[in-house]
């Protein structure tokens, strides 16, 4: 089992910045990949950015690619979203999840996911 709490979100103003946080317990850090989600109302859930579970490989949604980073703290139990140069089109609820599988490919595929968190909005004002 793993439990998975999103922090940081907030209102922005476009062009600013954002970090968002995860807090994993449970199942041993290292032992997953994360990613980080978002949907926006009316519309299905995106994949934004994903990380395997060394670190070492890390994936962006082209729509954020050079914008956010993600990163991740395996001692600390905790991955993040670095948001950067935001954008009106970037509001949406932001979900962190977790892919049990331990494998150095990060899935973009929301089916691949096994757990995930409450969600966290994320608004930026044009």
């Known amino acids: 089992q793993v439990q998975l709490v999103e922090s940081g979100g907030g209102l922005v103003q476009a062009g600013g910045s954002l970090r968002l946080s995860c807090a994993a317990s449970?199942?041993?850090?290292?032992?997953?990949?994360m990613g980080w989600f978002r949907q926006a109302p009316g519309k299905e859930r995106e994949f934004v950015a994903g990380i395997v579970w060394s670190g070492v490989i890390s994936r962006y949604a082209d729509s954020v690619k050079g914008r956010f980073t993600i990163s991740r703290d395996n001692a600390k139990y905790t991955v993040s979203l670095q948001m950067n140069s935001l954008k009106p089109e970037d509001t949406a609820v932001y979900y962190c999840?977790?892919?049990?599988?331990?494998?150095?490919?990060?899935?973009?595929?929301?089916?691949?996911?096994?757990?995930w968190g409450q969600g966290i909005q994320v608004t930026v004002s044009s």
């Open positions: 449970g199942r041993a850090f290292s032992d997953y990949a």
């Open positions: 999840a977790a892919d049990l599988s331990r494998t150095l490919v990060v899935a973009t595929d929301r089916e691949k996911y096994n757990y």
